[in-house]
Nanobody
C-alpha cells in the first residue's frame, strides 16, 4: 500500500509562488504515475498535472505556463512549483498516486489560498 503526505500549502499574494511537495512511502515500486489535483469550494476535483515513472508530464491547459511538476526519485517525492498565482488558484491541492493496476491513492490535501 502507498501512503502520501503533502506539504507546502499556505497563503500567498497574487503573483506569488509556492512549491508543494508530496512524499510517497510504502509500496512505491507499484506506482506508475503521480500527480496533483485541486478542488475549490463547491467544485469538482480537477487535474493540475501528472508525471509518470519515466518522467513524462501532462498539464491542464490553463496551468501549463505557470505550474511545473517534477519528481526526485531518490526521495520518492513529487513537487509542484506554482508561479504567478491567481486568486482563482485557491483550492485544496491533492497529491495522487496511480499504481500499475490503475488504482488511485490520495493524500490528505493541502490548502492553497491566493489573496491580498
Amino acid at each position: 500500500q502507498v501512503q502520501l503526505v503533502e506539504s507546502g500549502g499556505g497563503l500567498v499574494q497574487p503573483g506569488g509562488s509556492l512549491r508543494l511537495s508530496c512524499a510517497a512511502s510504502g509500496d512505491i515500486f507499484s506506482i506508475n504515475r503521480m500527480g496533483w489535483y485541486r478542488q475549490a469550494p463547491g467544485k469538482q476535483r480537477d487535474l493540475v498535472a501528472t508525471i509518470t515513472a519515466g518522467g513524462n508530464t501532462n498539464y491542464a491547459d490553463s496551468m501549463k505556463d505557470r505550474f511545473t511538476i517534477s519528481r526526485d526519485n531518490s526521495k520518492n517525492t513529487v513537487y509542484l512549483q506554482m508561479n504567478s498565482l491567481k486568486p482563482e488558484d485557491t483550492a485544496v491541492y491533492y497529491c495522487n498516486a496511480r499504481d500499475l493496476w490503475a488504482r488511485d491513492v490520495w493524500g490528505q490535501g493541502t490548502q492553497v489560498t491566493v489573496s491580498s
